[in-house]
T-cell receptor, first 115, second 115 residues
Framework: AQKVTQAQTEISVVEKEDVTLDCVYE???????LFWYKQPPSGELVFLIR??????QNEISGRYSWNFQKSTSSFNFTITASQVVDSAVYFC????????????FGQGTRLTINP | KAGVTQTPRYLIKTRGQQVTLSCSPI?????VSWYQQTPGQGLQFLFE???????NKGNFPGRFSGRQFSNSRSEMNVSTLELGDSALYLC??????????????FGPGTRLLVL
């Protein structure tokens, strides 16, 4: 079975601090995708990043960066120099390529950036 | 390109009634997935449609059904509503490449309240 765990329920930081959101996943599949989505108060899930299980290269995109480690089944997401507009609930998700193709979401981390 | 649209945005129903939710995918996207989001259960996969056929189904009772039209628009129906069906219902669309879904892009959701 697929499972995604986001151990941090809520995080609160002051603006301009860096913040890392943790994500640990379980799967027996050898190929899969990992995602991060952001859900602002409006409710819409906004796609942030996607990583293929074959590609462990970590990247930086603007203020976002991610650390994918297949050996520890972790896919952590970092926001650098956080801003108030980053306040939202962040979801990590796992997507199977074979079998039932669906997103399996973690429980989400509520991030509050205080001015 | 216009994003995923969902109608209505808000809905209030009473127990025992039925409801139909609508989703229009991004132009060119032929796969539509539905998710239910509740505070207790989080984000859960309902079903996925591609080319008017249901390809995958989550663990929901038969009261939850859906369909997809030739223009890729999808509807979701819930019959005999229960209080526990109160949730945010999210629709996502994606391309299909080599038989696999690509990134799912979400609509703003329909917030259903059952009284």
């Amino acid at each position: 079975a697929q499972k995604v765990t986001q151990a941090q329920t809520e995080i609160s930081v002051v603006e301009k601090e860096d913040v890392t959101l943790d994500c640990v996943y379980e799967t027996r599949d050898t190929t899969y995708y990992l995602f991060w989505y952001k859900q602002p108060p409006s409710g819409e899930l906004v796609f942030l990043i996607r990583r293929n299980s074959f590609d462990e290269q970590n990247e930086i995109s603007g203020r976002y960066s991610w650390n994918f480690q297949k050996s520890t089944s972790s896919f952590n997401f970092t926001i650098t120099a956080s801003q108030v507009v980053d306040s939202a609930v962040y979801f990590c998700a796992l997507y199977r390529i074979q079998g039932a193709q669906k997103l399996v979401f973690g429980q989400g981390t509520r991030l509050t950036i205080n001015p | 390109k216009a994003g995923v649209t969902q109608t209505p945005r808000y809905l209030i129903k009473t127990r025992g009634q039925q409801v139909t939710l609508s989703c229009s995918p991004i132009s060119g996207h032929r796969s539509v997935s539905w998710y239910q989001q509740t505070p207790g259960q989080g984000l859960q996969f309902l079903f996925e449609y591609f080319s008017e056929t249901q390809r995958n189904k989550g663990n929901f009772p038969g009261r939850f059904s859906g369909r997809q039209f030739s223009n890729s628009r999808s509807e979701m129906n819930v019959s005999t509503l229960e209080l526990g069906d109160s949730a945010l219902y999210l629709c996502a669309s994606s391309l299909i490449l080599a038989g696999n879904q690509e990134t799912q892009y979400f609509g703003p959701g329909t917030r259903l309240l059952v009284l």
